[in-house]
């Protein structure tokens, strides 16, 4: 078949190959792999020699990669964590985009374009990449925590604001040409805009909150897991898609509305599950496809202009947002978090200043700019969060955090002859329990809140984050501990906190859990002296009991 028909196999084969191929390279050098994602992108390009992919398809891929992401991140924020970050995340979302867009205004001056050019390109600098957000979030388990639910709250504030700004973009390229438009039909537009967006929310929240747990549980009685599968991705993209087609919602917004009405059952943990595949997959297509916009001669042609950009984004906005979530009274490590996620922009940047081209309310080069922008301040992101981190970890001379976020000061344990559970999850808690009935001394290692809640009142010394960092790792006098229970289903991380324990304690009692034969092979070879497969230990009870006694009895109630 001709090369030409097939542009979309062409976009996702070349994409997901290339970005393999550089991302391997970029984890081999001990960089982030997107960095290795956005030179795919470059390479695949139209600005580049060889194979070049159609931007469009690739844009429109990386859309489904945002939908499944912020479908992802509702599961796991309520109605009560974005209200409880909301008396920051509102004000401070608001004045980051002020003074961001005032800065990208004073560059437009300077480059001696007009004010209202100014104003759109401040604005595409000002709102950060849902994405490379959450992913670094995610990265640093710090997503559940206090501080990633206010950077999450922050960004959708910032997505709101970003569809208002859409949708007045061209009423204010009329009220700024010759003819002008009436003020009251600027006003008009605007409260069309909140209603649809109210109604929508209401929508999601009143009639969302009955229809979408409905559906998924009758779904589960099926005991069909393709079904089920089928079920979340209908529900993440159909919703956004009608969020954005008859509200005027973008579609991130909409699968997280979707998202967050879902993690309410106890479905949600099954759901996210389901997604997480697709999910990554379309995520790296994003990162292909903000590489491939990019003409890479801007950096000869205009770099001290790139390099204002990319100060505003990666510095100015960082320290705006630093200011502001101090102001509110929130500790350092908070504020350096909330500044980090945010230095960097991304996918609704691209849409403002190709609208603002579109209505020619800014130059072309205007373009060049923000795709150079972005490209940089992605790339810098991970080494802003590293820095900012070292920084924020340095609480000395700092007020003590507020009580829903612990503090990230590790004070080695005092404790010896002790269990060490990493993860409190469902398995955890229960391994907890049982530990704590027979009287033994607990170490606990949690990323999520509700778990390091969860076991401070199971009576458990806790370190709040990572297991896999080297930081906790020493911290836990691995050396004198008697066991070492992992827990955790990711199986990249359990194998390094393995690796890392056996090294640290040659004679350590290491039991894992494991979700396929090929897990327990890895594991084995990196220490572990007991690893559990789910499907193994369920076969083995269930013929245990059946060779015990094959007498009818009353159903087994827990």
């Given at each position: 078949?001709?090369?030409?028909?097939?542009?979309?196999?062409?976009?996702?084969?070349?994409?997901?190959?290339?970005?393999?191929?550089?991302?391997?390279?970029?984890?081999?050098?001990?960089?982030?792999?997107?960095?290795?994602?956005?030179?795919?992108?470059?390479?695949?390009?139209?600005?580049?020699?060889?194979?070049?992919?159609?931007?469009?398809?690739?844009?429109?891929?990386?859309?489904?990669?945002?939908?499944?992401?912020?479908?992802?991140?509702?599961?796991?924020?309520?109605?009560?964590?974005?209200?409880?970050?909301?008396?920051?995340a509102?004000?401070?979302?608001?004045?980051?985009?002020a003074?961001?867009?005032?800065?990208?205004?004073?560059?437009?001056?300077?480059?001696?374009?007009?004010?209202?050019?100014?104003?759109?390109?401040?604005?595409?600098?000002?709102?950060?990449?849902?994405?490379?957000?959450?992913?670094?979030?995610?990265?640093?388990?710090?997503?559940?925590?206090?501080?990633?639910?206010?950077?999450?709250?922050?960004?959708?504030?910032?997505?709101?604001?970003?569809?208002?700004?859409?949708?007045?973009?061209?009423?204010?390229?009329?009220?700024?040409?010759?003819?002008?438009?009436?003020?009251?039909?600027?006003?008009?537009?605007?409260?069309?805009?909140?209603?649809?967006?109210?109604?929508?929310?209401?929508?999601?929240?009143?009639?969302?909150?009955?229809v979408?747990?409905?559906?998924?549980?009758?779904?589960?009685?099926?005991?069909?897991?393709?079904?089920?599968?089928?079920?979340?991705?209908?529900?993440?993209?159909?919703?956004?898609?009608?969020?954005?087609?008859?509200?005027?919602?973008?579609?991130?917004?909409?699968?997280?509305?979707?998202?967050m009405?879902?993690?309410?059952?106890?479905?949600?943990?099954?759901?996210?599950?389901?997604?997480?595949?697709?999910?990554?997959?379309?995520?790296?297509l994003?990162?292909?496809?903000?590489?491939?916009?990019?003409?890479?001669?801007?950096?000869?042609?205009?770099?001290?202009?790139?390099l204002?950009?990319?100060?505003?984004?990666?510095?100015?906005?960082?320290?705006?947002?630093?200011?502001?979530?101090?102001?509110?009274?929130?500790?350092?490590?908070?504020?350096?978090?909330?500044?980090?996620?945010?230095?960097?922009?991304?996918?609704?940047?691209f849409?403002?200043?190709?609208?603002g081209?579109?209505?020619?309310?800014?130059?072309?080069?205007?373009?060049d700019?923000?795709?150079?922008?972005?490209?940089?301040?992605?790339?810098?992101?991970?080494?802003?969060?590293?820095?900012?981190?070292?920084?924020?970890?340095?609480?000395s001379?700092?007020?003590?955090?507020?009580?829903?976020?612990?503090?990230?000061?590790?004070?080695?344990?005092?404790?010896?002859?002790?269990?060490?559970?990493?993860g409190?999850?469902?398995?955890?808690?229960?391994?907890?329990?049982?530990?704590?009935?027979?009287?033994?001394?607990?170490?606990?290692?949690?990323?999520s809140?509700?778990?390091?809640?969860?076991?401070?009142?199971?009576?458990?010394?806790?370190?709040?984050?990572?297991?896999?960092?080297?930081?906790?790792?020493?911290a836990?006098?691995?050396?004198?501990a008697?066991?070492?229970?992992?827990?955790?289903?990711?199986?990249?991380?359990?194998?390094?906190?393995?690796?890392?324990?056996?090294a640290?304690?040659?004679?350590?009692?290491?039991?894992?859990?494991?979700?396929?034969?090929?897990?327990v092979?890895?594991?084995?070879?990196?220490?572990?002296?007991?690893?559990?497969?789910?499907?193994?230990?369920?076969?083995?009870?269930?013929?245990?009991?059946?060779?015990?006694?094959?007498?009818?009895?009353?159903?087994?109630?827990?």
């Open positions: 078949m001709p090369e030409h028909q097939t542009p979309l196999i062409a976009a996702i084969a070349a994409g997901l190959m290339l970005a393999f191929i550089f991302g391997l390279i970029a984890h081999r050098l001990r960089i982030q792999p997107l960095v290795g994602y956005l030179v795919a992108g470059v390479l695949v390009g139209p600005y580049t020699p060889g194979f070049t992919a159609d931007p469009a398809l690739a844009a429109e891929l990386a859309e489904i990669g945002v939908i499944l992401l912020m479908f992802g991140v509702g599961l796991h924020f309520s109605l009560k964590d974005l209200l409880s970050v909301a008396r920051i509102i004000p401070g979302a608001i004045g980051q985009i003074v961001a867009t005032l800065m990208g205004a004073g560059l437009s001056w300077a480059l001696g374009w007009t004010p209202i050019a100014g104003f759109v390109f401040g604005l595409a600098l000002s709102v950060a990449s849902t994405v490379v957000l959450i992913r670094a979030l995610q990265d640093r388990h710090i997503l559940e925590t206090h501080r990633g639910r206010i950077a999450v709250g922050w960004l959708v504030v910032e997505d709101l604001a970003m569809v208002l700004a859409l949708v007045l973009l061209p009423a204010l390229a009329v009220a700024t040409a010759d003819n002008g438009v009436p003020a009251t039909r600027i006003a008009f537009t605007l409260l069309i805009t909140l209603a649809k967006v109210s109604i929508f929310v209401a929508i999601m929240l009143i009639v969302g909150r009955r979408i747990p409905w559906l998924m549980h009758h779904t589960a009685r099926t005991g069909s897991r393709e079904l089920f599968r089928l079920a979340v991705y209908a529900i993440a993209l159909g919703v956004a898609y009608g969020a954005a087609h008859l509200f005027g919602v973008s579609f991130a917004l909409g699968a997280f509305f979707a998202g009405v879902l993690g309410e059952t106890d479905l949600s943990q099954r759901a996210a599950e389901e997604a997480i595949p697709l999910r990554d997959a379309f995520a790296v994003f990162f292909v496809s903000v590489g491939m916009l990019l003409n890479p001669m801007v950096f000869v042609d205009a770099p001290l202009a790139v204002g950009t990319v100060a505003i984004i990666v510095i100015g906005k960082s320290a705006a947002a630093y200011l502001i979530v101090r102001a509110f009274g929130r500790s350092r490590s908070t504020a350096f978090t909330v500044s980090a996620s945010l230095a960097q922009i991304g996918e609704f940047s849409i403002l200043i190709g609208l081209i579109d209505l020619d309310m800014v130059p072309k080069e205007a373009r700019l923000v795709l150079a922008g972005a490209i940089v301040s992605i790339m810098v992101n991970p080494f802003v969060f590293t820095l900012l981190e070292r920084l924020g970890g340095n609480k001379a700092e007020p003590k955090d507020t009580p829903d976020e612990p503090s990230t000061t590790l004070v080695p344990t005092t404790l010896s002859g002790h269990d060490i559970v990493i409190y999850g469902r398995v955890g808690s229960l391994i907890g329990a049982g530990l704590r009935g027979d009287g033994a001394r607990m170490i606990v290692v949690e990323a809140d509700a778990g390091v809640a969860r076991a401070r009142s199971d009576g458990a010394e806790v370190f709040a984050g990572n297991a896999a960092e080297p930081a906790i790792i020493a836990l006098n691995l050396a004198g008697r066991r070492l229970y992992v827990t955790i289903p990711e199986a990249f991380e359990a194998g390094q906190i393995v690796q890392q324990a056996r640290a304690n040659p004679t350590l009692d290491i039991l894992a859990r494991a979700h396929s034969s090929a897990t092979e890895h594991f084995e070879k990196l220490g572990a002296n007991l690893i559990v497969l789910g499907e193994t230990e369920i076969a083995h009870r269930m013929l245990e009991r059946g060779q015990a006694d094959t007498s009818p009895r009353p159903a087994y109630r827990p």
